[in-house]
T-cell receptor, first 113, second 120 residues
């Protein structure tokens, strides 16, 4: 199940199940959104991105859904594997001269064998 | 491609000393690099944006005289933590921006592996 801890929400799933990680963003003017995976002691790793004019994008085993009405982003991981265990961050950004990313709180995904 | 390295990967120093962290883009040129700080179980917080050949832009609340950033070339940015104190202990991560490509990846940043700083 999903729970919210003091700092980091957690999600625990069984191997082979599908995982859904959610993110609420704050800036309705953001141009794009990116999901990153961060393993312990490492830097973030790009997973998938989506532009603000899209509502769905699919990659290998991953799908990102964007709902601009409620400013909500989700990452779906199909057939979750133990190697998917990590912290997942969503980030929102704007292009142009003020380009930068703002990261969300993150969700710790634990995959049980 | 698009590999970013950081050096050192970890450092332990005494309070009051200065520590320099290097960020390199290994196989591409990066006109813009970013420095983030991450405390345990927390998110990445942007500290500053580093532009090659110009002064860095610091986020609100980040002391520019304490966190010195130098982006001397298109492949190297350095972060110097001056007069480090225990509260500066953190995981410092850099990233380099790749220009938008026609493949569909949009405004992507590639991140370094991070540097764990421990100040005693």
């Amino acid at each position: 199940g999903e729970s919210v801890g003091l700092h980091l929400p957690t999600l625990s799933v069984q191997e082979g199940d599908n995982s859904i990680i959610n993110c609420a963003y704050s800036n309705s003017a953001s141009d794009y959104f990116i999901w990153y995976k961060q393993e312990s002691g490492k830097g973030p790793q790009f997973i998938i991105d989506i532009r603000s004019n899209m509502d769905k994008r699919q990659g290998q085993r991953v799908t990102v859904l964007l709902n601009k009405t409620v400013k909500h982003l989700s990452l779906q991981i199909a057939a979750t594997q133990p190697g998917d265990s990590a912290v997942y961050f969503c980030a929102e950004g704007r292009g142009g001269s003020n380009y930068k990313l703002t990261f969300g709180k993150g969700t710790l995904l634990t995959v049980n064998p | 491609g698009a590999v970013v390295s950081q050096h050192p990967s970890w450092v332990i120093c005494k309070s009051g000393t200065s520590v320099k962290i290097e960020c390199r883009s290994l196989d591409f040129q990066a006109t813009t690099m970013f420095w983030y700080r991450q405390f345990p179980k927390q998110s990445l917080m942007l500290m500053a944006t580093s532009n090659e050949g110009s002064k860095a832009t610091y986020e609100q609340g980040v002391e520019k005289d304490k966190f010195l950033i130098n982006h001397a070339s298109l492949t190297l940015s350095t972060l110097t933590v001056t007069s480090a104190h225990p509260e500066d202990s953190s995981f410092y991560i850099c990233s380099a921006r790749v220009q938008p490509r026609t493949s569909g990846i949009y405004n992507e940043q590639f991140f370094g592996p991070g540097t764990r700083l421990t100040v005693l």
